[in-house]
Nanobody, 123 residues
């Protein structure tokens, strides 16, 4: 099993930046991909970004391409989401996720989830 804990959320003005972190712990079996999802008030959870085990392949939702960067430090079992040029529409609870896959999984195949961290972007 994989335990995921997000941190780094908060309140930021539009145009600002935040860096989210997700630390994985517990019993991890084999290689795993990691990613970020978000859920805004009144909306369904949506995929934001994913990264494979080695960090060599990434996937981004169109809405965040060019603004967000995902990375991971496998030695620390941590994935990051650097968010820049933040917009009010980025406001959401951001969830870290993991999938038992060496490669980038399909966006609906993430099986482990963190509790979420709130990101609020003011106008």
């Amino acid at each position: 099993q994989v335990q995921l804990v997000e941190s780094g959320g908060g309140l930021v003005q539009a145009g600002g930046s935040l860096r989210l972190s997700c630390a994985a712990s517990g019993r991890t079996f084999g290689s795993y991909a990691m990613g970020w999802f978000r859920q805004a008030p009144g909306k369904e959870r949506e995929f934001v970004s994913g990264i494979n085990w080695s960090g060599g392949s990434t996937d981004y939702a169109d809405s965040v391409k060019g603004r967000f960067t995902i990375s991971r430090d496998s030695a620390k079992n941590t994935v990051y989401l650097q968010m820049s040029s933040l917009k009010p529409e980025d406001t959401a609870v951001y969830y870290c996720a993991a999938a038992l896959s060496h490669y980038l999984p399909l966006r609906n195949k993430y099986a482990y989830w963190g509790q979420g961290t709130q990101v609020t972007v003011s106008s």
